[in-house]
């Protein structure tokens, strides 16, 4: 059983940065790939980013692709998104979640464990 806690959410004004922060309890934390999802008002959920679990392999979504980056701290239980230019359609509920696998996913059936959301608004 994992269990993630995200923080770091909020309030961004465009052009800005955030980093978001995901917790996870457990041992073995190292086991697992994890990955950052997102999700907006009437819109599917989709991928943003993810990392392998030894963290030496990771994916961006294109929309995302040189403005985002995901880390991972197999010491410390925690993963990581730091998001640079944000823009208006980067907001939405971002969601942290482990999958038990050494490949990275970015299909989201394929994770085992999510977190409760943070929300990340974008103003002008």
């Known amino acids: 059983q994992v269990q993630l806690v995200e923080s770091g959410g909020g309030l961004v004004q465009a052009g800005g940065s955030l980093r978001l922060s995901c917790a996870a309890s457990g041992r073995t934390f190292s086991s697992y790939a994890m990955g950052w999802f997102r999700q907006a008002p009437g819109k599917e959920r989709e991928i943003v980013a993810a990392?392998?679990?030894?963290?030496?392999?990771?994916y961006y979504a294109d929309s995302v692709k040189g403005r985002f980056t995901i880390t991972r701290d197999n010491t410390k239980n925690t993963v990581h998104l730091q998001m640079n230019s944000q823009k208006y359609e980067d907001a939405a509920v971002y969601y942290c979640?482990?999958?038990?696998?050494?490949?990275?996913?970015?299909?989201?059936?394929?994770?085992?464990?999510w977190g409760q959301g943070t929300q990340i608004t974008v103003s002008s």
């Open positions: 979640a482990a999958g038990l696998t050494d490949a990275l996913s970015t299909w989201y059936g394929r994770y085992d464990y």
């Open positions: 990392i392998n679990r030894r963290g030496s392999n990771s």
